[in-house]
């Protein structure tokens, strides 16, 4: 049987996670189910485990002079539940999307990043909030964008000594967010293809745009074509701006859930519905 760590202070969580290696455990809704089906395999769990339900201060959303601070054991549940401003109406869309409740209730923000999964739901919603992560280890603290720190499928920069201990997110006056998921269901489901926006308006004229897909890369990635292209143009009208041109930074691929030209069809549905969605 692994090791099972239940450190109750930052610094000695750092201690053994430098030390061991140890696979920090949070939520636990992607780790059980690993370790579950390797077992089911009848292969023997050997990575110790860090479990950081204990430490405090890795939960909770803060309002700082700079932006927000949100607790890297911070739940789904909570974030929907948070009393945020417009700017974070598409990362509460999603937390309303991400499983069932009982996922929403154990499983956190960190946990969904550190993951990777090219699907997961929080990630392009924090590319378009430009969220720093911020990971610590026992030699200090480091900061860096949600875009540098998911590098390919189911991998990141996150050192062997390091933990997630925040997601960062900057003040936008006036920004608001939304969000659209596809799935083969309504609920409790793997997303097909999703989009997340922030949008910034003088009026009815769009002033800056960010946009982002999900499961239809490797990583979630942002669309610096299309956001050019909405600058300056009507909110009314942006619906009307996504084309396939858009879309090249994109590789959506064929698997169980839909084929690579089904998902390339969809995505730009999402991006139109996405947008009109600001308008109503």
């Known amino acids: 049987m692994s090791a099972y760590h239940r450190p109750r202070t930052l610094d000695d969580a750092l201690a053994i ?4 290696g140890a696979l920090p455990l949070a939520g636990g809704t992607d780790i059980h189910p690993l370790r579950t089906a390797r077992a089911a395999w009848g292969e023997p769990w050997t990575i110790p485990v860090l479990d950081l339900s204990a430490v405090p201060g890795l939960d ?12 890297a054991r911070t739940t789904w549940t909570a974030i929907a539940e948070a009393p ?14 991400v ?21 997961g739901d929080g990630i392009p919603n924090l590319l378009v909030l430009d969220a720093m992560v911020e990971l610590s280890s026992s030699s200090g603290t480091r900061r860096l964008a949600v875009a540098d720190f998911v590098t390919g499928y189911r991998a990141t920069v996150l050192a062997p000594g390091e933990i997630v201990t925040a997601l960062l ?24 293809a999703m989009a ?17 897909v999900g499961a239809c890369s490797p990583v979630a990635r942002r669309l610096p074509m299309l956001e050019s292209a909405l600058r300056g143009a009507e909110l009314t009208q942006a619906a009307r701006i996504p084309g396939i041109a858009h879309l090249a930074p994109l590789a959506p691929i064929a698997d169980i859930r839909a084929s690579a ?11 139109r519905d996405l947008l009109a969605g600001f308008t109503a």
């Open 84 to 97: 945020l401003p417009p700017l974070f109406d598409g990362l509460r869309a999603a937390a309303r999307e």
């Open 99 to 119: 499983g069932g409740r009982q996922v929403q209730n154990r499983g956190t923000i960190a946990g969904n990043l550190v993951t990777a999964s090219p699907a």
């Open 169 to 192: 997110v900057p003040r936008c006056d006036g920004g608001r967010g939304r969000f659209e998921k596809l799935g083969a269901r309504r609920y409790m489901v793997i997303s097909i």
């Open 261 to 271: 030209e089904y998902r390339a069809d969809a995505v730009l549905v999402l991006l």
């Open 60 to 71: 909770g959303i803060t309002e700082t002079a700079q932006g927000w601070r949100i607790g």
């Open 17 to 20: 996670r430098a030390a061991t």
């Open 196 to 212: 997340a926006a922030v949008i910034r308006c003088d009026g009815s004229r769009i002033l800056d745009a960010r946009i982002a």
